[in-house]
Structures are given as structure tokens and as C-alpha cells.
């Protein structure tokens, strides 16, 4: 049986059905969450109390709570890995793609919360006193991403690129912040940029 997988995923047929993938991918959010949970980071926020939604971005709550401003970006994450990985794999199985994505996204959940990433986002203007996420707050991420990925695989390339400018724009305008400007802060970041940001 395993053979047969195999030469399925090499000839781009999908023998496996989509619910294996969906169990593999659970199974990255469990250790997500159990790593970030290793690594020291709260299950929950620390306040005690689990909230739908903060909108305060420079809050203690921001970024512990089930979604925040951020999540916004994570729903990108999950429609850039789903282009992504119909470039580099078109005949793919859209099930492997989708584990694919969502450990990627997992990955990238479990970096972003080590002390170099967290010291990196504290140098940002919004970040002060940022101190990584809770793991509801990563698993929410993650499940972002999900979104995101559903969102790609259902509706056509212009609808997909039409709401990521629309989300850039929308959170950039209201919080001075956007996935854009945060992957430029965290890699090089611009003074002036930092300025705008803090409401200079």
C-alpha cells in the first residue's frame, strides 16, 4: 500500500484519501503546540481569561488571545503557500500540498517564538514588550493559514490577489502594520518606517 502512495504522489494522482492529510496536518498543529508549550510560552494568556478577539495592537494581550490584527497576515501565509506550492508542485496531490503548507506555517509559528525572532520584533515600534505567543494564539495563527489555503484552492487567482491587497491595505491603514511592513522590519529595518509607525 505504502508503494502505491508512493507512485501516486510521484505521478501527480491522488491515491491517499484527503482525510490522511488532514490527520498529518493535526498532527503538525499538536506539536506545534506541544513545542511552543517546551519552549516555555503560555498555553493561554497569562490575563487567564480567553477572548475572541483584541484590537489593541501595543497591548499585553495582543498576540495571546484566539485572533488579534495579525491574524489577517496568517490568512496571506495560507494563500501564498497554497501559490506557492502549486508552482513548485503542480501535480502534487492538493491533500500533500495542504500538509505541506500547514507544517510549513507550523515551522514557521515555532521559529518565530525563539528568543532571536522575539528580540528581532521587539526592535519594531509596535513590538515593545512583546514576549511571543501563547499557544492559542499560535494555533489560531496556524488555522489562519488553513483559511487562507481554502480560500486559494476555491476561488479564482484574481479573487485571491484582490484580497490580499485589500487585507494589506485595510490593516496597514488602520494599525500602520501589515505583513508587508513586518517582514521589512524584522529583515531590515527602516527608520522612518519605525517613525510612521509610533505616530511620528
Not at 519552549?39 to 494568556?45: D, S
Amino acid at each position: 500500500m505504502l508503494t502505491h502512495w508512493r507512485d501516486a504522489v510521484r505521478h501527480g494522482t491522488e491515491q491517499a484519501p484527503f482525510t490522511t492529510y488532514v490527520l498529518i496536518a493535526a498532527g503538525l498543529v499538536a506539536l506545534q503546540a506541544a513545542v511552543l508549550y517546551a519552549m516555555g510560552q503560555p498555553p493561554i494568556c497569562t490575563c487567564g481569561t480567553v477572548k475572541l478577539w483584541v484590537g489593541t495592537v501595543s497591548g499585553p494581550e495582543n498576540s495571546q488571545q484566539i485572533t488579534d490584527w495579525y491574524s489577517f497576515s496568517h490568512v496571506i501565509h495560507g494563500i501564498g503557500f497554497y501559490f506557492l506550492l502549486w508552482l513548485v508542485a503542480p501535480r502534487t496531490p492538493v491533500g500533500l500540498r495542504f500538509a505541506l503548507a500547514v507544517g510549513l506555517e507550523a515551522g514557521w509559528e515555532m521559529f518565530e517564538n525563539t528568543p532571536f525572532i522575539i528580540d528581532r520584533y521587539r526592535q519594531q515600534a509596535l513590538a515593545n514588550g512583546y514576549f511571543g505567543d501563547s499557544g492559542l494564539n499560535s494555533v489560531s495563527d496556524t488555522l489562519m493559514a488553513v483559511l487562507g489555503f481554502g480560500i486559494a484552492r476555491r476561488f479564482p487567482v484574481w479573487a485571491s490577489v484582490a484580497l490580499v491587497i485589500a487585507l494589506e491595505a485595510f490593516v496597514g491603514f488602520t494599525i500602520r502594520d501589515n505583513l508587508t511592513l513586518n517582514i521589512i522590519q524584522l529583515i531590515h529595518p527602516i527608520d522612518a518606517i519605525g517613525r510612521w509607525q509610533a505616530g511620528g
